[in-house]
């Protein structure tokens, strides 16, 4: 019994984001998949993100306007410096405050910080 096109490509799609362990992106995704199937398109990639995730195996949140994807990772934080506009992701392990105040079980976090780095804080300083 010959394995259907479309059950062939979700089992790449499947092992590829095993591999990640870390945010990616569905652009992302279709390059590693495209290395091993051409045929895999786009629309196949966005499509099985969006049953993936409805299905709960993966979390996905906003980053910069781009939405990343994530196995694991059920906070995605991170630190944008308002002076040159570096980006970092940072980890936080727990939130509890925020479930107690809510009464809630959060499935996932999304938290950003809006500052200045530690690199343009010391420009501040050596400028004055």
Do not use: W
């Not at 062939?8 to 290395?35: G, P």
């Not at 308002?82 to 079980?105: A, I, N, Y």
């Amino acid at each position: 019994m010959a394995i259907s096109r479309e059950t062939r490509q979700k089992d790449i799609l499947c092992a590829q984001v095993s591999l990640m362990h870390t945010f990616f992106s569905a652009q992302e995704l279709f390059d590693k998949v495209f290395l091993l199937d051409s045929g895999v398109g786009k629309a196949t990639v966005y499509r099985f993100l969006q049953r993936t995730r409805d299905a709960g195996s993966i979390h996905s949140f906003e980053c910069g306007g781009v939405t990343v994807y994530s196995l694991t990772a059920r906070m995605h934080c991170h630190f944008v410096c308002e002076t040159c506009g570096d980006q970092e992701h940072f980890l936080l392990s727990d939130l509890p405050f925020l479930t107690r105040e809510m009464q809630k079980r959060a499935c996932h976090i999304q938290v950003s910080v809006d500052g200045v780095c530690k690199k343009c804080a010391s420009n501040r300083i050596t400028s004055v």
